[in-house]
C-alpha cells in the first residue's frame, strides 16, 4: 500500500511498530504510564507475552522473598 493512500490507522500502527523498534525499553515505560489512568489489560495488552512474564515473575519472586523475611 502506498504511503499517501494509507487510512489513518493504518499509519498510526506503523509509526507505532517504527517507534518500537527505536526504542523497545520504552515499550514498557509506555505501558506502565498508561496503567496509571487505564486497567490491568491494558498495562498486559501493551507490555506483550515477554514484559508480561517478566512483571509477573517480579511479583512471584517479590511475594517468595517477602514470606521469607516475615516468618
Do not use: C
Not at 526504542?23 to 506483550?48: Q, V
Amino acid at each position: 500500500m502506498n504511503k499517501d493512500k494509507e487510512t489513518p490507522e493504518r499509519r498510526r500502527e506503523r509509526l507505532k511498530q517504527e517507534e518500537l523498534n527505536r526504542n523497545p525499553a520504552g515499550n514498557m515505560n509506555d505501558a506502565f504510564n498508561r496503567n496509571e489512568a487505564g486497567n490491568l489489560s491494558g498495562l498486559a495488552g501493551s507490555l506483550g507475552w515477554k514484559g508480561l512474564g517478566i512483571l509477573i515473575a517480579v511479583i512471584i519472586i517479590g511475594f517468595i522473598v517477602a514470606s521469607l523475611f516475615l516468618k
